[in-house]
């Protein structure tokens, strides 16, 4: 079997209803758009957890979090477990990383008291670093500084507003562009870098998983791009209440609302996100779009060599995200919670040429995050580990759907903290209690809290999740029905490496 080549992209926090393809009409993404026409769409896409490190965890590994528990940035992954490029080495490929994969690792091999453990950053094992882009910045900013400007800061200071910009009246000061322009956005930078190197490769087919960070704040973007949409353009965000109801419709949200900084967003923010008005908003989502068109541009960039190479056709391509972003909607910002916004995420898949598949097609039933490693797996002929939750989506790219697939997603989301203590504070719970585990179908939304009352959306007749049935009398079947649904799926998906295995008079026995 020739191998192909295999590039394996994500924009972080990136949410499924803002790009071309998607169903947005506003916004330009031809590169991800075309891409779906020489590939497949999957419309119905979900990570299994967020924020960043355990949503990439669980994409790489094929698990769903309640069995690699890293489930927090900064909680160490089990080192025993595999991951996608683990297994690409055993078919010969180097697989190297652009970007980063935040995998906090074992400290039960490094010891509690290694250096690994002053960050969550670290590397997932199996890949070789072709270029990294921690949180400190320090390689780009190094780039910035020999291309003569002026870095105020280590970190993330690059992302203060240009001084020089005056901003107009009645307008976000997200709408400020940043200091150094699209040429050396961090975007551009990290995709110059896998050109450089994918232009020196040879003949052996290549493995490249590159991490764009954009759309992800802070909310800024270069000067070329800024003006790119204009607020009125956007779709406003879903405010079915007043801010104060929403408050009092779920202690989780009541939580969530003081915790979401504007800073955290955008580097000049002060006060919290729930505080911000309509438009304000829109101009944010502005930008978020602006960030969204400058990395398909980018990614245009690689898809171009990849032709001009001839080796496009050789070459399984992956978009997808590791989360969302709630961007206003429901008054949240950031990837929390149980919302669609923060889990429905995009995936693109355009096979190698020689596989035969049906592309230029959308494909509707549930997919999660925990699929794409047995899929590329599957691709390049190798079996799917054990320990994998997931699926392989290979059948649906030549247009058949696998036996008994899934009717629902499910996901994840823990909201301990650490480090301050500041959810069990508010709830006067221990860490284990301060989680919640989703079950969605094409029905109903049931939200299970370890320790805060559940919830229960319509999603036929309210997709935009206004309206929380769990209290209803009318509903209460429906959320005993959804609840058992939800024990059903977690006892038949604990971890499960070896429990199919069994000892016989001919050995070690068993499938999955």
């Known amino acids: 079997m020739t191998l192909p080549n295999v590039l394996f992209v994500t924009l972080d926090q990136w949410r499924a209803d803002f790009f071309g393809a998607g169903g947005n009409k506003c916004i330009q993404t031809p590169v991800l758009d075309n891409l779906c026409h020489d590939g497949v769409l999957f419309t119905n896409h979900f990570t299994c957890i967020a924020p960043c490190g355990p949503s990439r965890t669980t994409l790489l590994t094929g698990m769903y979090p309640s069995n690699h528990r890293a489930v927090r940035n900064g909680t160490p992954l089990n080192h025993s477990l595999t991951n996608v490029a683990l297994e690409a080495r055993k078919l010969g490929y180097d697989p190297l990383l652009y970007g980063y994969t935040d995998t906090t690792p074992d400290p039960r091999i490094l010891g509690e008291e290694h250096p690994a453990f002053n960050t969550y950053e670290g590397i997932m094992p199996g890949f070789e670093i072709g270029m990294s882009l921690p949180s400190h910045n320090e390689p780009w900013l190094a ?3 020999e291309q003569g400007y002026n870095v105020p800061g280590p970190g993330y200071e690059i992302y203060f507003p ?65 003006d790119l949409y204009q607020p009125e353009g956007m779709q406003p965000a879903i ?81 997808t995200s590791d989360h969302g972003e709630q961007l206003g909607d429901h008054y949240l910002f950031g990837k929390l919670g149980f919302y669609d916004q923060s889990f429905h995420i995009p995936l693109i898949v355009k096979p190698p040429t020689k596989w035969g598949c049906k ?154």
């Open 143 to 145: 780039y910035l500084e």
């Open 239 to 319: 405010r079915e209440r007043s801010l104060e109801e929403m408050r009092a419709c779920h202690p989780f949200l009541d939580f969530a609302y003081d915790m979401i900084g504007q800073s955290d967003f955008f580097m000049q923010g002060e006060g919290i996100c729930a505080d911000l008005d309509a438009e304000e908003v829109k101009q944010i989502r502005a930008t978020y779009s602006a960030l969204i068109t400058e990395a398909d541009q980018n990614l245009g960039r690689i898809i171009a060599h990849l032709k001009e190479s001839g080796i496009y056709d050789d070459t399984l391509i992956i978009v």
């Open 162 to 226: 240009d001084p020089e910009f005056s901003l107009p009246p009645n307008r976000h000061s997200s709408y400020v562009p940043s200091r150094f322009k699209a040429k050396d956005s961090e975007t551009a930078w990290l995709t110059d870098c896998l050109l450089k190197d994918l232009s020196k490769s040879g003949s052996d087919p290549y493995f490249y998983h590159l991490t764009y960070l954009r759309p992800h704040p802070p909310f800024i973007s270069p000067p070329e791009f800024h």
């Open 359 to 512: 592309t230029g097609r959308q494909v509707s039933e549930f997919t999660e995050s925990v699929d794409l490693m047995p899929m590329i797996l599957d691709g390049l002929g190798q079996q799917t580990p054990r320990q994998c939750n997931g699926r392989s989506l290979i059948p649906f790219l030549h247009s058949e759907k696998p036996t008994n697939w899934r009717d629902a997603v499910h996901w994840l989301y823990d909201f301990r903290d650490p480090l301050e203590q500041r959810s069990e504070g508010r709830f006067g719970v221990k860490s284990e209690d301060c989680n919640l585990l989703v079950h969605r179908d094409s029905d109903f939304k049931y939200v299970h809290f370890a320790s805060l009352p559940p919830l229960l959306f319509d999603m036929r007749n309210d997709p935009g999740e206004t309206t929380n049935l769990a209290e209803e009398p009318d509903y209460q079947a429906v959320v005993l029905d959804y609840a058992q649904r939800l024990l059903s799926w977690r006892m038949r998906h604990e971890y499960s490496e070896l429990d199919s295995l069994i000892t016989s008079d001919e050995g070690l026995v068993g499938h999955k």
